[in-house]
């Protein structure tokens, strides 16, 4: 089984704000920050500051509450 | 001017550890791991999470105390 890297993003939308919108928005292209949303993307550093920044929030909120990568592994 | 994205990561070896023993010890190419550490690499949430690994922390730890990217880009 692959292992999973994700970071947390969907939380952070406002409730009345859709994905769409808010790739749309922020000038992302939406299957790619669908894919982000789904772990599907191996985001590197510049994308996971990119989209905290569209997000409003600190990168390192986008790993809260994230397994670390031991328990991942062990899924 | 460059933006420099860079996780935290030098403050997280033990004190008598060296960057070229740790990057060894991981099966990090030391040049590698000399970049991360000077930003000098945009990295992927992969490796963020093999480098957290490697150190012990949670991925989050790396983001400690950097400044937002909103601050990034003021410099």
New interface residues.
Partial sequence: MS?V???KTSCFLSTHQSQENFAHENNLQRTFYGDVERGK??????N???I??ALG????AL??E?P???E?KDL
Avoid: G, H
């Fill in positions: 292992i890297y994700q970071v993307r191996n985001l590197t550093l510049a996971i500051f990119k905290a920044d929030v600190n990168p390192k790993f809260d994230m670390n990568s031991n991942v």
